[in-house]
């Protein structure tokens, strides 16, 4: 796997591997793990001779890619996996992989067409259909009803579920593939269980306006209790850790999206523009129109 999943563990990525090869043959939908930036991380299991083929070309490649990581980016956001059309048609569903309180990448599977229209998960440009090769290979895809793919999501969640030891409802689509050592404390081992299941729910709604009262209520403790605990295992307060998630979001999104700085400071959770470049500069030492036109320069050299 790549330099995101790098903190997984031997057995960790085994377990990952093994389970979306696993459902994508038992479904016979396409399937591929990916990293926060769409770059594949995994083989491509099952896929149809149609996105085989289109991978295979660079610039379709390249939309394959951007609407993995919005497909995914989508599924964080929302809390809930995304089921969305890509620039091809097709309908895919995305679950966000968590391990050890950090996002690494996201489960996607699909590549099926659908008598339901889902909403395309970006306005993106795409002539694939001047290539004969190509429609010929996407009249061959498959055509399920949307009971199907609603019904194959809510499998995919619960085999998600089974794999994470996170009970509570808003942490259960989480696929969770870090398996916690037994602490020789009870109090550390709950204190870890509360820490993670904050990193958890700061990861779902990164897009929101989170408060400290809030994820403190959600994990039931008091705010003074948890900001010291928060602290103490994090190392940082939760202010900063909240928008250190939020600057890295916004670095991938800078990185690989058109959206303006606006709208990726909202998507982000800065309901202030201006407020969203006082935090970036804080972390990055750089705005983010000068850190996106500087990866751009960098890519072209």
């Known amino acids: 796997m790549n330099s995101s999943f790098s903190t997984l563990t031997k057995e960790e990525s085994t377990i990952l ?8 043959s038992a479904t016979d939908f396409g399937a591929v793990i990916v990293d926060i930036r ?11 001779p149609f996105c085989e083929a289109m991978r295979k070309h660079p610039a379709f490649h390249e939309l394959c890619r951007k609407c993995d990581m919005y497909g995914g980016l989508e599924a964080s956001k929302v809390g809930r996996p995304s089921i969305y059309r890509c620039h091809a048609g097709l309908t895919d ?18 590549q099926i067409d659908t008598d339901y229209i889902h909403p395309s998960i970006q306005t993106i440009e795409t002539k694939w259909q001047d290539y004969t090769d190509l429609r010929q290979a996407r009249n061959r895809v498959h ?21 994470t030891d996170d009970l509570h409802p808003r942490d259960r689509i989480i696929f969770n593939v870090n398996q916690e050592v037994n602490s020789t404390s009870n109090a550390n081992s709950n204190n870890k269980e509360e820490i993670r299941k904050a ?23 008091s705010q003074y209790y948890f900001s010291k605990l928060f602290k103490k295992e994090m190392g940082v307060n939760f202010i900063t850790y909240l928008n250190q998630q939020r600057i890295e979001r916004a670095k ?12 990726i400071a909202h998507n982000v959770g800065f ?31």
């Open 17 to 24: 591997h093994h389970v979306i090869e696993d459902f994508a």
């Open 38 to 48: 769409g770059n594949e991380a995994s083989p491509l299991y099952n896929f149809s």
């Open 93 to 110: 569903i995305s679950l966000p992989i968590i391990s050890k309180n950090q996002l690494h990448g996201f489960l996607l599977i699909g």
């Open 143 to 163: 055509t399920l009803s949307q009971d199907r793919i609603a019904s194959t999501a809510r499998l995919l969640e619960k085999i998600c579920n089974y794999h």
């Open 199 to 221: 990193t958890h729910y700061i990861q779902k709604n990164i897009t929101q306006a989170i408060t400290l009262e809030e994820v403190a209520n959600h994990v039931y403790l």
């Open 252 to 263: 991938a999104l800078l990185k690989e999206s058109s959206l303006s700085i606006e709208a």
């Open 271 to 301: 309901s202030q523009p201006s407020y969203f470049c006082k935090i970036f500069k804080n972390f990055t030492a750089s705005t983010p129109a000068k850190y996106r036109k500087d990866y751009q320069l960098a890519v072209k050299h």
